[in-house]
């Protein structure tokens, strides 16, 4: 244990988290498979946590009575440190308040805490938001895990598909220069079933606003491997991403919220796709993670 990175353990599985961003950067087996993405060039991170925006605001700006905050895009928990809480075997939690810092660039008070949980299976997250302040708290919050694609060597990129808990036969948004379109795309998804290609990602992210399905599968079609299942409570929204150019690596982003659609540039607090949480309230989100090799 350090106070950088903190691994935990159960069965034949290992998740390490980081205290810079509350985030996970090694999921494996005993047996060597490596399922998250190891933040190497092509996109130097592994599943950062987004927080108190999802993607984009018009100029990058915050705007709230009067002032404008500089906000980049999904927010600056990612690259915050966060406290450490508990730390046991299978378990850790971490947490994120507000500061002088964060009000230079979001003028609320907040508490945000991440507990990672692991069993025999996965690895739980859950995020819980609170408002410490006197007035309502608009925020939103994310997760953006990258997954190894694929996650065995030698197998075809195009042979993974993401397998959908129901049917998704509703129109998907696209984003252009970080910024949701009005305008919608036919839905790819066909008898639940996404094939994954780095054709998809031409016209970057996939977002299923919102999602029907609580769950998704991850896996090659043919055959025995690796594979993953994720599943969501509290989220309304998902990502799915790679890089546009092509990239050994596929995210899957359960979000509370989303970009601001172009052509919105007002106050914060009317941005579409927020959470508006009362004085003293809290809401919690929390996505599942179970992985196998065969």
């Known amino acids: 244990?350090?106070?950088d990175t903190y691994t935990i353990r159960s069965g034949s599985l290992a998740a390490s988290i980081k205290a810079q961003g509350a985030e996970m950067c090694s999921l494996r087996h005993e047996d060597g498979i490596e399922f998250v993405w190891q933040a190497e060039p092509a996109w130097p991170r592994h599943a950062p946590l987004l927080f108190p925006i999802v993607g984009r605001l018009a100029n990058n700006e915050l705007r709230h009575r009067g002032k404008t905050y500089r906000m980049t895009q999904h927010g600056f928990?990612?690259?915050?440190r966060f406290a450490w809480g508990a730390r046991e075997e299978?378990?850790?939690t971490l947490v994120l308040e507000d500061s002088e810092t964060t009000r230079e660039r979001y003028p609320f008070a907040f508490r945000l805490t991440a507990a990672y949980a692991l069993d025999d299976a996965g690895?739980?997250?859950t995020l819980t938001v609170v408002n410490t302040g006197n007035e309502t708290l608009p925020v939103s919050v994310g997760g953006h895990p990258a997954f190894n694609w694929?996650?065995?060597p030698g197998v075809p990129k195009e042979s993974y598909a993401l397998t959908f808990e129901k049917e998704e036969p509703s129109p998907i948004c696209r984003v252009e220069g970080g910024l949701l379109l009005t305008a919608t795309d036919p839905s790819p998804v066909r008898d639940r079933v996404l094939p994954l290609s780095e054709a998809l990602f031409t016209s970057d992210a996939v977002i299923l606003n919102p999602v029907n399905s609580t769950a998704v599968r991850?896996?090659?079609g043919q055959g025995a491997g690796?594979?993953?299942k994720m599943s969501w409570h509290g989220f309304r929204e998902l990502g799915i991403w790679s890089k546009p150019s092509g990239a050994p690596f596929v995210c899957i982003e359960p979000w509370r919220g989303y970009a601001s659609p172009v052509g919105f540039d007002g106050e914060f607090t009317d941005k579409p796709g927020l959470m508006h949480i009362a004085p003293g309230a809290e809401e919690q989100a929390?996505?599942?993670i179970e992985i196998g090799t065969s």
């Open 286 to 288: 929390s996505f599942r």
């Open 226 to 228: 690796p594979w993953l």
């Open 123 to 125: 690895l739980d997250l």
């Open 77 to 80: 928990a990612r690259d915050s």
């Open 90 to 92: 299978s378990r850790c």
């Open 218 to 220: 991850y896996a090659a």
């Open 150 to 152: 694929p996650l065995q």
């Open 1 to 3: 244990m350090t106070d």
